[in-house]
Every structure is written in C-alpha cells, then in structure tokens.
C-alpha cells in the first residue's frame, strides 16, 4: 500500500494544495512535529499561509503551474486540501514518485461527485440516492422530469463544500438551479451539474475513518451536522446513531475503504433514515464538520491525517466528549477590519474560538468556529451556538 511514501523520518516538507481554516490546522499540526509546511491557494493572506513557512498564489487548476511549485518547494508529500485542482497533474506527479495524500486516484474519484457516485453506486452496488448529470439546463430539466423526480437536489460536480448547491422542488427552479450548480464548474471544463433524488432523512452523520499505511481502518465516533444552503454550519459528537445503522455505516465505509488506496483520513457523509443507511458524500482529507474533534479528543482528525500519513503510531483515541462547533460568519461584504464579542465568547463555559484570519468577507462566509464542552450534546451545541453567536465579524 505504501510503496510510494517515504519511510518514516522527521523532519520532512509537505505541501498544501489549498490554505484554508482546515490546511491551517493541518500546518499547525505540522509545526509542531518539526515539519516545514509550503501552502498554496488563489489568493493571498490565506489562513493556511499564514501559518506556513513559505506560500504561493496561484489557480491549482493550472497544471503548468502546479508542477512549476512543486519543482520550487520539493515536497516529500502533497496534501490537497481543496475541489479546485487540476487533478491529472496530480496523477501525472505521483506517477514520477511524488506521494500525495492520500493518492491521486483517491483524491481525484472523491473531488467529483460523479466519479465518487459511479464507482460506489454502478460498481459497487452501494445504495446512495438516484442521480443523474446533465450539460445543460434542457438536459437538467429532462433527468429531473424522468429520472430524479421531485423534489431534487442539483448540485456542482466539482465540490464537496456546498457551494453550488440547491434544493429543487418543481420545474420552475430548474434554470435557477442549472446557473448555480454551473457557476461552480472547472474553468475548461465542459458544464455538467449533478442531480440527485431528495432523502427524508431522520439526521445525517460525518463518519471519520483514519486508514494507516499497513491498512489498519479506525473509525472516530460519529459526528453529528447541521447544514444550510448546503454548507455546514454545526456539528457535534457523538451523533445519535443506533448501533446497526452504525454497523451498517462502518461496513460501507470499509468496503469503499478497500476500493480507494492510501493511508489518512476520510470523511463519509449518510443520511439515516430510519429505514435505510444512504452513502451521501466522501472526502478523502479532513472533513469540515471534523473541526469538533479539535475539542473531543487528544488527537484531532488534523494530527490524525498527518500520523497516517506519515507512518507514524496513532493510539486509542481517548475522547473529551460531548463536543460541538458552531460557525462564525461573515454577515456583509468587505474587509476584515477587527473582531468585536470574543471576550463575551470567552465567557461562555468551556468555549474555545478559532478565527481563521481571512483577508475578506462576504456574506455567509465562514470565519471562525466556535467550540464547547458539555455534560450533554444538547449543553454543547448550546455552549458552541451562544459562543458563536457573541462574535461579531466587522468589515470595512
């Protein structure tokens, strides 16, 4: 499994494909096992940058440029930490010697939602909702009239995040939808959205599984999630999960486990419906819902990844729980001028905050995450929510 990763020695570089608040976690995590961290994204003063030894602005859809970094930073790894890269220079990379976490054919099934659906519902029998693509709002219109039904969900296929992303419920949003989803496709690419059957879930769950390099699968505890406009905005753990939908969960997650190579971790989304375990999403780095486990336990899904990654011993996990996140939001437009409220955040027991450093805002943006401790789920999404809700993002 990991003939192409360094055996393990420290210190080593790694480079960040992406610099946002989930590669800035990863950096600091890196830091404080000597490693020295190179971070890219599209724009300067990412929050991953600013905590890296050296960065770089630049489209990751750009192949050329791509490899013209990884020439600059020599890296021992590449770890991507997000939708928008050009995924064949990846493979292409890799194939030269370079590792990336956790492969480059991982990566690549798991950033395109149709690759990931195909191979886990056409290949290997796993339920997930009904879906089609179409490359135009004509063809959109007709797989939704045929195919998905109403209501529907149509979505980019090029993002895990929520971006792009719209619940239909009859023909009259289609156009709407098609525009939105389409607004997110890779630049050269042709225009393909993804439409997907509706699922009445009972809750949904983010299951972390952290795979070592001699295959060895462990899963973190479920983790509960709240999300709006198709991004998350909390989440909490342990979820509420009965012990056979969790059985049924973990069985999926190992079975697709087998089918994606590489060592680190992975985050598996499913709707519970009460009747049915549905495989929703898959990313193969670390999860933004997985922002709770920087308060649930002694190894966060961050410090995880890099241990997996790196060959490096991961024990039995010893949890804090029950543990929440709440995000932070950006309400306008503009520039980050200063945080007003963190002193009263401070005053909610147990809460934590992180505020990511981004340069600018807009609306619905996430800026920082708020976290709490509890005796209960309820008391720590309480705890996390009312710390959130006391910070407020001040723009120019």
């Given amino acids: 499994m990991d003939t192409l990763l360094p055996k393990p020695s420290l210190p080593t570089t790694i480079l960040l494909l992406g610099a946002g608040e989930l590669g800035r976690e990863l950096a600091i995590a890196a830091h404080n096992l000597g490693i020295r961290v190179a971070a890219v994204d599209r724009y300067e003063r990412a929050p991953a940058m600013q905590v890296a030894h050296e960065s770089e602005v630049l489209s990751l859809l750009d192949g050329d440029a791509l490899r013209r970094v990884v020439e600059r930073f020599g890296p021992s790894y590449i770890i991507p930490e997000m939708e928008a890269i050009r995924t064949e220079t990846l493979e292409e990379l890799e194939s030269e010697g370079i590792p990336v976490a956790p492969s480059a054919e991982a990566t690549t099934l798991t950033l395109n939602r149709e690759a990931i659906r195909r191979v886990v519902a056409e290949e290997m029998g796993i339920r997930t909702p009904a879906f089609a693509v179409a490359e135009s709002a004509e063809a959109l219109r007709r797989v939704c009239d045929e195919t998905v039904g109403y209501p529907c969900m149509v979505k980019s296929l090029w993002t895990s995040s929520g971006r792009g992303q719209s619940l239909v419920t009859g023909p009259a949003r289609l156009q709407q939808a098609w525009a939105f989803a389409a607004e997110e496709t890779r630049p050269g690419m042709t225009q393909r959205v993804l439409a997907e059957e509706y699922i009445d879930f009972r809750s949904e769950i983010t299951l972390l599984a952290v795979r ?82 920087l308060c649930s336990q002694d190894l966060s899904q961050f410090e995880l990844h890099l241990r997996a990654l790196l060959g490096l011993p991961i024990p039995d996990l010893r949890y804090r729980i029950p543990a929440a996140s709440a995000v932070i939001l950006a309400r306008g437009d503009g520039e980050v001028v200063r945080y007003e409220g963190v002193d009263r955040a401070f005053q909610v027991e147990t809460a934590q905050v992180r505020l990511f450093g981004k340069p600018n805002g807009y609306p619905m943006r996430r800026m920082g995450v708020a976290l709490a401790n509890g005796t209960t789920v309820a008391e720590a999404r309480a705890r996390a929510l009312e710390a959130a809700g006391r910070v407020d993002v001040r723009l120019s």
């Fill in 212 to 293: 070592e390099r001699d295959g060895r699968i462990t899963f973190l505890k479920p983790i509960g999630h709240r999300q709006e406009l198709g991004a998350y905005r909390e989440s909490w753990m342990p979820a509420a999960v009965e012990p056979a939908e969790l059985e049924e969960a973990e069985g999926v997650s190992r079975r697709i486990l087998h089918r994606l190579p590489g060592p680190g971790i992975f985050g598996f989304e499913f709707y519970l419906t009460g009747t049915e375990v549905i495989f929703s999403e898959l990313s193969a780095r670390p999860h933004d819902t997985g922002l709770v486990t």
